[in-house]
Structures are given as structure tokens and as C-alpha cells.
């Protein structure tokens, strides 16, 4: 009830291309879709979140699209770069009970040249 | 702004042994969460302080602990430490609610040998 599933767990992708990351969700009592950047070394970096309310939400080259009838939100990173190279994760969370993020398993985007 | 600082950063210990790691949230933030995160298991959730008082908690055994303090400075204790704890800890911090808009900190490292 608890799980976000995410995949693909790994993803090759060529500069300019588009990435495309998707992840779904049991709990309907989820409320709050964040995604996660996460760079070698560091801590997960917020990089763009949506609520249930929105099916649609952009900032500059990433966007979220959520279905909520099919319970499912994708990130998509539109001409893709190098610099954007790094592992990314879906995460979900609800306004009562544990309020706590519940991760993905992430992916592993690779960008190449 | 400062970010989450977490201290320290690296940490070796022995096994039996006990760990105390420690977090300094955004200043202004009263929510602070503690995550662990392995390649097997991914980034789960340890428990969640609010001002002062333990808010939420995860599925870890009674070894893991945790406070926080009148400034929302958080510490977790790790008692009789196992080789399956080996790990990266990160601290998360947010205004008030749990998971709403974190800031993660870039983690300390412990290795349990």
C-alpha cells in the first residue's frame, strides 16, 4: 500500500534527447509527488513536485505529468544534457498518518554526448 | 541561505559499537527526518522529529533513536551496530510538514567493519 514503483532503473539517453521516467503509486491518500535528483556523494536535490489536483506542471526543461485515474506521474527532461547525468527518484507523500516520503527505486540516467 | 549540514561526514566504527550522527537543519525549519539509504533497499525512512518530539517513525529496530533540540538540531544514535548498517544517513528538513518541500543533507557515511 505503501510502495512507489519506478522505472526504468536504468536509462541511456543522447544530448538533446528527451528522458523519460515513470512511476506509479497504490495509495490513493498520496497527495504530494516530488522528484528527486541525486548526484554522486550528495543528498537527493527537490528538482520539481506536483499535487493531485494538476495532471500537468513544467519547470524550464523538466516536467511532471500525473494521471490520477491510472495512478501514475511520469518526469520528463526535455533536451536532455550531460550535466543532467545522475540518478533520479519519484517520492510520494500524504497529509496524515506518516506524512513521510515514500521513495521509488530510482533511476540511473545517463546522458551521453 | 545555509543548507542542511550533516556531521560528520564519513564515519567507520566496529561492529557492537554505538554512533551518534548529527544534523543541523535550514534555519526556520522545525521538521527534521532522518533517511537511510543502501543500493539494496533504497532510501527509507527512519523517523521524524517536530519540535522536539519524535512525529513519525519507520520500520527499523529500537537500535536506531533519535532527538531533536530546542534549535531543531537533530542527532540519531545507532546502539550495537551491525555490518547491515552500513549505510548513507541523510537528514531532511522542512518548515512543518514532513516530506513537503525538503532539503536533504549530503549525508554521513558510515561504514560498520
Known amino acids: 500500500q505503501q510502495q512507489v514503483k519506478q522505472s526504468p532503473q536504468s536509462l541511456i539517453v543522447q544530448k538533446g534527447g528527451i528522458s523519460i521516467i515513470n512511476c506509479a503509486y497504490e495509495?490513493?491518500?498520496?497527495?504530494?509527488f516530488p522528484w528527486y535528483q541525486q548526484f554522486p556523494g550528495k543528498g537527493p536535490a527537490l528538482l520539481i513536485a506536483?499535487?493531485?489536483?494538476?495532471s500537468e506542471k513544467k519547470e524550464g526543461r523538466f516536467t511532471i505529468s500525473f494521471n490520477k485515474s491510472a495512478k501514475q506521474f511520469s518526469l520528463h527532461i526535455m533536451d536532455s544534457q550531460p550535466g543532467d547525468s545522475a540518478t533520479y527518484f519519484c517520492?510520494?507523500?500524504?497529509?496524515?498518518?506518516?506524512?513521510?516520503?515514500?521513495f521509488g527505486s530510482g533511476t540511473r540516467l545517463q546522458v551521453q554526448p | 541561505k545555509a543548507g542542511v549540514t550533516q556531521t560528520p561526514r564519513y564515519l567507520i566504527k566496529t561492529r557492537g559499537q554505538q554512533v551518534t550522527l548529527s544534523c543541523s537543519p535550514i534555519?526556520?525549519?522545525?521538521?527534521v527526518s532522518w533517511y537511510q539509504q543502501t543500493p539494496g533497499q533504497g532510501l527509507q525512512f527512519l523517523f521524524e522529529?517536530?519540535?522536539?518530539?519524535?512525529?513519525n517513525k519507520g520500520n527499523f529496530p529500537g537500535r536506531f533513536s533519535g532527538r531533536q533540540f530546542s534549535n531543531s538540531r537533530s542527532e540519531m544514535n545507532v546502539s550495537t551496530l551491525e555490518l547491515g548498517d552500513s549505510a548513507l544517513y541523510l537528514c531532511?528538513?522542512?518548515?512543518?510538514?514532513?516530506?513537503?518541500?525538503?532539503?536533504f543533507g549530503s549525508g554521513t557515511r558510515l561504514t560498520v567493519v
Open positions: 531532511a528538513s522542512s518548515r512543518d510538514r514532513a516530506g513537503y518541500g525538503y532539503t
Open positions: 495509495n490513493t491518500a498520496f497527495d504530494y
Open positions: 506536483i499535487r493531485p489536483d494538476v
Open positions: 517520492a510520494a507523500s500524504m497529509d496524515t498518518g506518516r506524512r513521510a516520503l515514500t
Open positions: 534555519s526556520g525549519h522545525r521538521s
Open positions: 522529529y517536530f519540535s522536539e518530539t519524535q512525529r
